[in-house]
């Protein structure tokens, strides 16, 4: 499957994103990805990672700020943009009644992809993903491993410039785990953009070009690991060591300005 030409050094801009519920859950959040790049968005639970990927996936509104894919700002031009993506939450939601091969054919359908290039972006997903064997199941007796794969190869099936993952590796075992890394890193090698948020430290080090980390809603700090490891002073930083350092080194600034 082919990509279209990257023309913006960005695929995607967040500039001062703020969304506030009871509280502040997004706070004047600014950071971007690269075009071809696999980025990792990291940060403690509550800090505001799954809201700002919904505002970016156009499921949430924004309070204010701005959101630019390749070049076009998300909250004008809202379609085009989100043709560009592809939006994977950690809850898989498919059809039940539908098999693989019905429900990619289905979401094909969605974005107009002619048939037979719809059948052959399924037939390679569902190979990929090792769903070959069970495209003609029903989806209802799935575990929720193989639910999260079939979630994937939909969102992929239109092949998406931009694709937003969040956790996407929540139970799945071992096995498929790797699978779905696999067809990420070769999505990232053909041109294509990934920003993922996950719990598994251990990915995101592996994975990511460039992480960042953000607490209370706040990008706290940004870079490649090594540039992560520099900015706390020890370059022998295991990337979960780095993280837990920068979050509590922002709680206690926090506990300070309320002192002072």
């Known amino acids: 499957m082919g990509f279209k030409t990257v023309m913006s050094n960005h695929a995607l801009e967040v500039s001062h994103l703020s969304k506030t519920f009871d509280r502040p859950a997004v706070n004047n959040l600014s950071f971007s990805v690269h075009g071809g790049e696999f980025y990792a968005l990291l940060g403690p639970n509550g800090a505001g990672k799954t809201t700002s990927l919904r505002m970016v996936a156009g499921l949430l509104q924004a309070d204010s700020g701005d959101i630019s894919v390749f070049g076009e700002n998300a909250l004008t031009n809202p379609i085009e943009v989100k043709k560009m993506m592809a939006w994977v939450p950690d809850e898989p939601m498919i059809y039940d009644r539908l098999t693989p091969l019905e429900y990619l054919e289905f979401v094909a359908g969605l974005w107009e992809i002619e048939s037979i290039q719809a059948k052959k972006n399924a037939n390679e997903l569902l190979d990929w993903l090792a769903l070959a064997p069970h495209a003609h199941e029903r989806c209802e007796g799935f575990s929720k491993g193989m639910r999260q794969k079939v979630a994937l190869a939909g969102a992929l099936v239109h092949d998406p410039?931009?694709?937003?993952?969040?956790?996407?590796?929540?139970?799945?075992?071992?096995?498929?785990?790797?699978?779905?890394?696999?067809?990420?890193?070769?999505?990232?090698?053909?041109?294509?953009?990934?920003?993922?948020?996950?719990?598994?430290?251990?990915?995101?080090?592996?994975?990511?070009?460039?992480?960042?980390?953000?607490?209370?809603?706040?990008?706290?700090?940004?870079?490649?690991?090594?540039?992560?490891?520099?900015?706390?002073?020890?370059?022998?930083?295991?990337?979960?060591e780095i993280f837990l350092e920068l979050v509590e080194d922002d709680n206690d600034i926090e506990l300070n300005e309320q002192a002072a």
């Open 161 to 240: 410039r931009l694709i937003i993952l969040d956790e996407p590796l929540t139970g799945l075992d071992a096995g498929s785990a790797r699978l779905v890394k696999d067809v990420l890193l070769t999505r990232v090698e053909k041109g294509c953009s990934v920003i993922m948020t996950t719990h598994i430290l251990e990915v995101a080090e592996r994975m990511a070009e460039r992480i960042g980390v953000i607490s209370k809603g706040r990008l706290i700090a940004e870079g490649t690991l090594d540039g992560l490891r520099n900015q706390t002073g020890d370059k022998a930083n295991s990337l979960e």
